[in-house]
Antibody, heavy 120, light 110 residues
Framework: EVQLVESGGGLVQPGGSLRISCAASGFTLSNHWMHWVRQAPGKGLVYVSRSSTDGSDTNYADPVKGRFTISRDNAENTLYLQMNSLRVEDTAVYYC?????????????WGQGTMVTVSS | QSALTQPPSASGSPGQSVTISCTGTSSDVGGYNYVSWYQQHPGKAPKLMIYEVTRRPSGVPDRFSGSKSGNTASLTVSGLQAEDEADYYCSSYGGRNNLVFGGGTKLTVL
């Protein structure tokens, strides 16, 4: 079965750091761009970051640029998001998503999400 | 980059058709054929329904269709069913590696 499973979310204080993970199974991670999308409680979807197939090309939304780092270990079939200098407004469910090969920013497989709460 | 504009709500009776709009600019929706639509049930992850404006992933019923005219994309759900009740989000590539989502539309099946 093709699936993505996120982990590592939790409660962190403002200014703190957290690394969340996304384990892929049922497909070859190295064949796909991978993405992070977040959703604050009761709010809509917001794009966070993307990684090329080999991790050499990465992009970030302006609100997280300079604070978040996306990376991947294709041998371990895992995608990561390192989040530093966390702010209250980063509180959200973070989803990892698989990009459709050959298309642009269309996500055909999503994880169940991991909740990140930034609060003192 | 500003979010795409969607109506907050839409509704229809079972068997009817409903269309949800998604308005952007010439820099995103109007400039690229990379518009996607996602369905999200409460507490669940989003599900891809339409990509590249009109393409349907395998397993998505053909009751769901997409289109675009100028800076506005649309999702039409025909033959509404109870299980179609959900939130729907559009997204569009916006150039310079930007991806923007709409604010979401809550679809109610009356």
């Amino acid at each position: 079965e093709v699936q993505l499973v996120e982990s590592g979310g939790g409660l962190v204080q403002p200014g703190g750091s957290l690394r969340i993970s996304c384990a892929a199974s049922g497909f070859t991670l190295s064949n796909h761009w991978m993405h992070w999308v977040r959703q604050a409680p009761g709010k809509g979807l917001v794009y966070v970051s993307r990684s090329s197939t080999d991790g050499s090309d990465t992009n970030y939304a302006d609100p997280v640029k300079g604070r978040f780092t996306i990376s991947r270990d294709n041998a371990e079939n895992t995608l990561y998001l390192q989040m530093n200098s966390l702010r209250v407004e980063d509180t959200a469910v973070y989803y990892c998503a698989r990009g459709i090969s050959g298309s642009r920013d269309a996500f055909d497989i999503w994880g169940q999400g991991t909740m990140v709460t930034v609060s003192s | 980059q500003s979010a795409l504009t969607q109506p907050p709500s839409a509704s229809g009776s079972p068997g009817q058709s409903v269309t949800i709009s998604c308005t952007g600019t010439s820099s995103d929706v109007g400039g690229y054929n990379y518009v996607s639509w996602y369905q999200q049930h409460p507490g669940k992850a989003p599900k891809l329904m339409i990509y590249e404006v009109t393409r349907r992933p395998s397993g998505v019923p053909d009751r769901f269709s997409g289109s675009k005219s100028g800076n506005t994309a649309s999702l039409t759900v025909s033959g509404l069913q109870a299980e179609d009740e959900a939130d729907y989000y559009c997204s569009s590539y916006g150039g310079r590696n930007n991806l923007v989502f709409g604010g979401g539309t809550k679809l109610t099946v009356l």
